[in-house]
């Protein structure tokens, strides 16, 4: 005889906080799910949900959840027509709108507020309310700390009309203030992080600032010849960035492409990734955040648990987790917060509806602010313990004994939206601040699986801090086909049916032979290498943190703070450039805005290994007992084309450190105009480190013309 239990039982228990009558539970549990309307009809939440146990094997079934299903971001829905267009354009009643695919045009509204929600903490088992800053489509959507995804489309005009709700805040002067002192936390405006379009006027202009009870319309002229791939959006206003990002604003952007390559050009690795005709891969989008809220006493400081400063954050019952202070940055806050890393808004949440043995599109997204993620899905022990009780603390030793099955290899083939020259099948993909990969998945077997943070070797991450193995979630994966023999033979003949089926004629052959040799992906990779006949000057870069004097701790680069009326570099369009980005204090993500960069060679701190080539092995770095550690994160890097890079600086034994020599190529195209480059740890570009970059139009003498 089974036993049946239902989901609803196991959130009766974690939600027994919840007051009120059962439509409000049912509503504050839509509100944590993000369930989509039909359910809040239904009087009786998740009485459809159940599972059944053989009786007798208690042990050996599925492990319950207990944390939240991870849904897919809510797509932003287009403004209403009568928005989208000036008022002479409006379409005559009785036509219909073109999908918004066809679009020529499309416009969307997006709100700033502080939205009251709730999120669910392991350390406590029990929800934390909170109260943060957040994107939001539309008044009554239930508050969730992922923003919603956009989908654009080459050749498309999309606006974005960004409406600052938040309340008025006296700090947000003039930007040049006091520039590098956090600040004007209600003030904002909107990057979208990879997308090459003008950065300009309402273009992707980051200089401004959207203050309070502002709208402004922003204007993405989407090229034609625009990459399809992953990009994300965040607010990015110099001094309040950090605090923003980490309160959960931050959603993906994603350009869809149509295109097939042809005998000269490129398509979109979209027109490929389909099984069958006309039927693409599934795709799930994960967007990674580190929501880092905490509670304060009278005094404002910071509550830890049993009031111990070492101990992670603590919210007292009654009081609202908030973000609201530069003091929950910096070097170990994010470990010592004991807070998850949250995949679209969920902490400890599962993914649903996978099927062994097809291959999924997954677009990552580390939206986060102060934690490497080291991804790594791996099979759970049927039977395994319920993870209800999970605190952070605990994890490495739940995944220890729990998830132990072999890493699922991750076939990567896209780096920051943009597809790679190859497929490149990875134990582990490694996402610093900022970092996009896009991967192709098939898990072997039905099944549950951990969605894993790994340790991240000292050398590797953010925090130059062993952090214990974090969980992020888990993935129920159902009854399909079982995927025998080598993973990658197994999805090089997915991609050679998915060619056969797909591909026009005219370059077929040529697309399979490149997937039969080593899963090239030439047809569908964006840019032309940059050669050295190409390049037309030099660049230096080197990021710094000084702390020579008493109490002052300076950001830099080029040994400068950020000074919001400096050029710091004038470069020019149709140029290209070589690159050599160093770090002469810990590592950071380098990231600018407009144009990705190649990646021509990364030289380890011996002054002569390429750690960049293939199979190169990074065990440069020591660890406190002087032993060497293996970071994997450069290796094959070599000739890919990204927009986010992490510049690394590590201890190499006896007190000292290495320095990396990062060499990039960049070319400066179409776009004129002043924007940014700066570190992606967000607090560090608030704190100053960043800089102003110019391109600008060659003046006919072997120069750059200046601006009049
Ligand atoms: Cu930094």
């Known amino acids: 005889m089974p036993t049946t239990r239902t989901v609803d039982s196991l959130f009766g228990a974690i939600c027994s906080t919840s007051a009120g009558s059962i439509s409000g539970k049912a509503e504050r549990i839509r509100a944590v799910l993000g369930l989509k309307g039909s359910f809040v009809a239904s009087p009786l939440p998740f ?11 208690a042990e050996a079934g599925p492990t319950p959840d207990v944390g939240p299903a991870i849904q897919e971001p809510q797509t932003l829905a287009p403004a209403a027509r009568s928005q989208n267009t000036l008022s002479n354009l409006a379409l005559a009643p009785g036509v219909e709108a073109p999908p918004v695919s066809e679009a020529r045009e499309v416009a969307y509204d997006l709100d700033v507020i502080y939205a009251d929600g709730q999120i669910w903490n392991p350390t406590t088992q029990a929800f934390d309310k909170v109260k943060l ?61 990879g997308l090459w379009v003008n950065p300009s006027g309402n273009g992707d202009n980051v200089m401004v600032s959207i203050n309070p009870g502002v709208s402004f319309q922003y204007e993405y002229n989407i090229p034609q010849d625009h990459p399809a791939g992953t990009f994300w959006y965040h607010s990015h206003r110099h001094g309040s960035t950090a605090l923003q990002v ?38 799930r989008t994960l967007v990674f955040q580190q929501i880092q809220y905490a509670c304060r006493d009278a005094q404002g400081n910071i509550e830890h648990v049993d009031s111990d400063p070492t101990k992670p954050y603590y919210c007292p019952s009654g009081q609202i987790g908030t973000v609201e202070d530069y003091d929950q940055f910096g070097p170990g806050t994010w470990v010592g917060s004991g807070r998850f890393t949250s995949i679209n808004g969920a902490v400890l949440g599962h993914l649903d509806n996978a099927v062994a043995g097809r291959v999924e599109r997954w677009r990552m997204v580390h939206g986060g602010v102060r934690d490497t993620i080291a991804f790594q899905l791996r099979k759970r022990s049927p039977g395994s313990a319920d993870p209800r009780n999970l605190r952070a603390a605990d994890a490495e030793s739940y995944v220890n004994a729990n998830c132990t099955g072999d890493p699922v290899p991750l076939h990567l083939v896209a780096a920051d939206g943009l597809t790679m020259a190859a497929v490149t ?73 998915a060619a056969e089926a797909n591909m026009p004629l005219s370059v077929r052959e040529r697309v399979l032979n490149d997937l039969k040799n080593g899963m090239k992906l030439t047809s569908f990779t964006p840019h032309r290498d940059i050669d050295d006949k190409e390049l037309t000057g030099k660049q230096t870069l080197t990021f710094n943190i000084n702390v020579s004097q008493p109490n002052e701790t300076f950001f830099q680069v080029d040994g400068r703070p950020y000074d919001p009326n400096r050029i710091d570099r004038t470069l020019m369009v149709g140029g290209a450039d070589e690159w050599t980005l160093k770090s002469d204090f810990v590592s950071h993500p ?17 002054g002569k290994t390429d750690v960049s080539a293939p199979g190169a092995i990074d065990n440069f770095a020591r660890d406190s007992n002087n032993n060497p550690v293996v970071d994997t994160q450069y290796p094959g890097l070599k000739g890919v084309w990204k927009d986010t890079l992490f510049i690394k600086n590590v201890p190499v034994g006896g007190g000292k450190t290495g320095q990396y020599t990062v060499v990039v190529r960049s070319r400066y195209e179409r776009y004129i105009g002043d924007f940014v480059l700066h570190c992606h740890i967000l607090d560090h570009e608030d704190q100053g480190m960043m800089q102003n970059v110019r391109i600008a139009v060659p003046d006919g003498q072997g120069g750059v013309a200046e601006h009049h």
């Open 425 to 497: 099948t990875v134990k582990e993909a490694l996402f610093q601040p900022g970092y996009r990969w896009d991967a192709l998945i098939a898990f072997p077997e039905p099944g549950d699986y951990c969605v894993i943070n790994d340790l991240a070797g000292s050398s590797a991450s953010v925090n130059q801090t062993v952090r214990g193995v974090q969980i992020l979630g888990f993935v129920h994966v159902g009854s399909g086909e079982v995927v025998s023999g080598e993973p990658s033979d197994y999805l090089a003949r997915q991609l050679e049916a």
């Open 590 to 606: 380098f990231h600018i805005h407009v144009n990705p960069f190649q990646i021509v060679k990364i030289i380890a701190p011996d």
């Open 133 to 193: 800053r957040s994107y939001q489509s539309e008044a009554g959507v239930p508050p969730s700390f992922i923003a919603p995804a956009i989908d654009v489309y080459p050749g498309q005009t999309v606006r974005i009309t960004l409406h600052n709700k938040l309340p008025a805040d006296t700090t947000c002067g003039v930007m040049g203030g006091s520039a590098n002192t956090p600040n004007c936390f209600n003030g904002t405006n909107l990057h979208s992080h």
């Open 246 to 283: 980490s309160s959960g604003m931050a959603g993906a952007l994603i350009v869809r492409g149509s295109r097939f390559p042809s005998i000269d050009a490129h398509g979109d690795l979209d027109t490929l990734l389909k099984p069958v005709k006309d039927q693409p891969f599934a795709e």
């Open 47 to 57: 009485v459809s949900v159940s599972f059944l146990q053989p009786a007798g094997a």
